[in-house]
T-cell receptor, first 112, second 116 residues
Framework: GENVEQHPSTLSVQEGDSAVIKCTYS??????FPWYKQELGKGPQLIID?????GEKKDQRIAVTLNKTAKHFSLHITETQPEDSAVYFCAASRRGAQKLVFGQGTRLTINP | DGGITQSPKYLFRKEGQNVTLSCEQN?????MYWYRQDPGQGLRLIYYSQIVNDFQKGDIAEGYSVSREKKESFPLTVTSAQKNPTAFYLCASSIRQVNGLYNEQFFGPGTRLTVL
């Protein structure tokens, strides 16, 4: 079955700098890759997702890139702000699988 | 106000007791999911349901049971057979896949279960 590895497990950056979180997946048939943000004591919220027919997607300060050949995808946050501090999860799903497989999560801390 | 509600937010139970966690959604979603989250780990799928009166085991179904009698409700029972039930439990829902294309899952606020 699908396996998703996420790195790093913790990341600390200065406010205003960029943050990058990377995930690799094992199933070459995976075609949907969402990123979720989870604040303390709350459920995860989708912040951006990408399907396998595109290589990059942007939404304001957030972007996701996908390399299907290497089977990895990354989350990029630019001009980081204190409210970006949270745990971020990547996930993957293949067509017809009816479920997501999540990475282990990255705790991002933005230092003022 | 549309969304997913989980109750209670905190739940304490004695070892050996069964406990049922509630999950309700008014998003008119067909699919619903239960995940378990432990510190430092990702979300692990317990059970999921694509349609009323049907559900499938996820990756860690042992010691858990579910029912899907209504579209808007998907309760999870943590039984005494679950070896280590203390965890944060998350419920999610999504619209059903069309042509195999996956859709966003919306999560509830979670229930933190502590077994004493």
């Amino acid at each position: 079955g699908e396996n998703v590895e996420q790195h790093p497990s913790t990341l600390s950056v200065q406010e205003g700098d960029s943050a990058v979180i990377k995930c690799t997946y094992s199933d070459s048939a995976s075609n949907y890759f969402p990123w979720y943000k989870q604040e303390l004591g709350k459920g995860p919220q989708l912040i951006i997702d990408i399907r396998s027919n595109v290589g990059e997607k942007k939404d304001q300060r957030i972007a996701v890139t996908l390399n299907k050949t290497a089977k990895h995808f990354s989350l990029h946050i630019t001009e980081t702000q204190p409210e970006d501090s949270a745990v971020y999860f990547c996930a993957a799903s293949r067509r017809g699988a009816q479920k997501l497989v999540f990475g282990q999560g990255t705790r991002l801390t933005i230092n003022p | 106000d549309g969304g997913i509600t989980q109750s209670p937010k905190y739940l304490f139970r004695k070892e050996g007791q069964n406990v049922t966690l509630s999950c309700e959604q008014n998003l008119n979603h067909d699919a619903m999911y239960w995940y378990r989250q432990d510190p430092g780990q990702g979300l692990r799928l317990i059970y999921y349901s694509q349609i009323v009166n049907d559900f499938q085991k996820g990756d860690i179904a042992e010691g858990y049971s579910v029912s899907r009698e209504k579209k808007e409700s998907f309760p999870l029972t943590v039984t005494s057979a679950q070896k280590n039930p203390t965890a944060f439990y998350l419920c999610a829902s999504s619209i059903r896949q069309v042509n195999g294309l996956y859709n966003e899952q919306f999560f509830g606020p979670g229930t933190r279960l502590t077994v004493l």
